[in-house]
Nanobody, 124 residues
Framework: QLQFVESGGGLVQPGGSLRLSCVAS????????SAWVRQAPGKEREGVSR????????YYADSVKGRFTIGRDNAKNTVFLQMNNLDPDDPAIYSC?????????????????WGQGTQVTVSS
Protein backbone atom coordinates (compact mmCIF):
# COMPACT_ATOMS: atom_id res chain seq x y z
CA GLN A 1 0.00 0.00 0.00
CA LEU A 2 1.15 3.49 -0.81
CA GLN A 3 2.75 5.37 2.08
CA PHE A 4 4.28 8.83 2.31
CA VAL A 5 7.07 10.53 4.19
CA GLU A 6 6.99 14.32 4.02
CA SER A 7 9.71 16.84 4.68
CA GLY A 8 10.61 20.45 4.06
CA GLY A 9 8.38 22.41 6.39
CA GLY A 10 9.72 25.09 8.70
CA LEU A 11 9.75 28.75 9.60
CA VAL A 12 10.12 31.38 6.91
CA GLN A 13 9.68 35.14 6.73
CA PRO A 14 6.88 36.67 4.66
CA GLY A 15 7.92 36.67 1.05
CA GLY A 16 10.19 33.70 1.57
CA SER A 17 10.16 30.25 -0.02
CA LEU A 18 9.96 26.63 1.06
CA ARG A 19 9.99 23.37 -0.85
CA LEU A 20 7.98 20.47 0.53
CA SER A 21 8.78 16.91 -0.54
CA CYS A 22 6.73 13.76 -0.24
CA VAL A 23 8.51 10.47 -0.88
CA ALA A 24 6.19 7.57 -1.68
CA SER A 25 6.77 3.88 -1.05
CA UNK A 26 4.76 0.72 -1.49
CA UNK A 27 3.42 1.63 -4.93
CA UNK A 28 4.18 3.80 -7.92
CA UNK A 29 3.05 7.36 -7.37
CA UNK A 30 2.21 7.76 -11.04
CA UNK A 31 -0.72 5.39 -10.54
CA UNK A 32 -2.44 8.08 -8.48
CA UNK A 33 -3.61 11.64 -8.44
CA SER A 34 -1.40 13.39 -5.88
CA ALA A 35 -2.30 16.48 -3.95
CA TRP A 36 -1.07 18.81 -1.27
CA VAL A 37 -3.69 19.70 1.32
CA ARG A 38 -3.28 22.16 4.17
CA GLN A 39 -5.10 22.76 7.41
CA ALA A 40 -4.67 25.80 9.58
CA PRO A 41 -5.84 25.89 13.22
CA GLY A 42 -9.61 26.31 13.41
CA LYS A 43 -10.06 25.97 9.66
CA GLU A 44 -11.18 23.20 7.35
CA ARG A 45 -8.74 21.30 5.19
CA GLU A 46 -8.02 23.07 1.93
CA GLY A 47 -6.79 21.44 -1.24
CA VAL A 48 -3.84 23.50 -2.44
CA SER A 49 -2.67 21.72 -5.57
CA ARG A 50 -3.06 18.48 -7.48
CA UNK A 51 -0.94 16.63 -10.00
CA UNK A 52 -2.13 13.80 -12.20
CA UNK A 53 0.19 10.84 -12.58
CA UNK A 54 -1.63 9.88 -15.78
CA UNK A 55 -1.41 12.99 -17.91
CA UNK A 56 0.65 15.43 -15.85
CA UNK A 57 -2.16 17.95 -15.53
CA UNK A 58 -2.12 20.25 -12.51
CA TYR A 59 -4.66 22.24 -10.54
CA TYR A 60 -4.15 25.04 -8.03
CA ALA A 61 -6.36 26.76 -5.52
CA ASP A 62 -6.91 30.42 -6.39
CA SER A 63 -5.18 31.41 -3.17
CA VAL A 64 -1.84 29.96 -4.32
CA LYS A 65 -1.90 30.37 -8.10
CA GLY A 66 1.25 31.98 -9.36
CA ARG A 67 3.09 31.33 -6.10
CA PHE A 68 3.07 27.54 -5.63
CA THR A 69 4.21 24.88 -8.08
CA ILE A 70 3.52 21.16 -7.78
CA GLY A 71 5.83 18.71 -9.47
CA ARG A 72 6.95 15.11 -9.60
CA ASP A 73 10.27 13.32 -9.69
CA ASN A 74 9.27 9.97 -11.08
CA ALA A 75 12.71 8.44 -10.63
CA LYS A 76 12.47 9.15 -6.90
CA ASN A 77 8.74 8.40 -6.62
CA THR A 78 8.33 11.85 -5.13
CA VAL A 79 5.90 14.74 -5.38
CA PHE A 80 7.00 18.18 -4.26
CA LEU A 81 5.47 21.59 -3.66
CA GLN A 82 7.56 24.67 -4.32
CA MET A 83 6.10 27.57 -2.35
CA ASN A 84 7.25 31.08 -3.17
CA ASN A 85 6.24 34.48 -1.83
CA LEU A 86 4.71 32.95 1.29
CA ASP A 87 2.31 35.22 3.13
CA PRO A 88 0.59 35.28 6.53
CA ASP A 89 -2.39 33.31 5.13
CA ASP A 90 -0.23 30.30 4.26
CA PRO A 91 0.78 28.88 7.68
CA ALA A 92 -0.72 25.42 8.20
CA ILE A 93 0.08 21.76 8.39
CA TYR A 94 0.68 20.65 4.83
CA SER A 95 0.02 17.01 3.94
CA CYS A 96 0.46 15.09 0.75
CA UNK A 97 -2.37 12.81 -0.29
CA UNK A 98 -3.22 10.40 -3.05
CA UNK A 99 -6.41 9.31 -4.73
CA UNK A 100 -7.31 6.91 -7.51
CA UNK A 101 -10.27 9.14 -8.42
CA UNK A 102 -9.89 11.75 -11.13
CA UNK A 103 -12.78 13.67 -9.56
CA UNK A 104 -10.77 14.31 -6.42
CA UNK A 105 -9.11 17.46 -7.82
CA UNK A 106 -8.90 19.74 -4.77
CA UNK A 107 -11.55 18.04 -2.60
CA UNK A 108 -9.77 16.58 0.44
CA UNK A 109 -12.59 14.13 1.20
CA UNK A 110 -11.83 12.12 -1.97
CA UNK A 111 -8.22 11.45 -1.02
CA UNK A 112 -7.68 8.06 0.58
CA UNK A 113 -3.98 7.94 1.44
CA TRP A 114 -2.34 10.61 3.58
CA GLY A 115 1.07 11.56 4.82
CA GLN A 116 1.70 12.67 8.39
CA GLY A 117 1.96 16.35 7.53
CA THR A 118 4.65 18.99 7.92
CA GLN A 119 4.29 22.38 9.61
CA VAL A 120 4.77 25.59 7.66
CA THR A 121 5.08 28.80 9.66
CA VAL A 122 5.34 32.29 8.17
CA SER A 123 6.51 34.96 10.58
CA SER A 124 8.83 37.92 10.71
Amino acid sequence: QLQFVESGGGLVQPGGSLRLSCVASGDTLNNYYSAWVRQAPGKEREGVSRSSGLDGSTYYADSVKGRFTIGRDNAKNTVFLQMNNLDPDDPAIYSCAASPFSAAVLAPSLYLIWGQGTQVTVSS
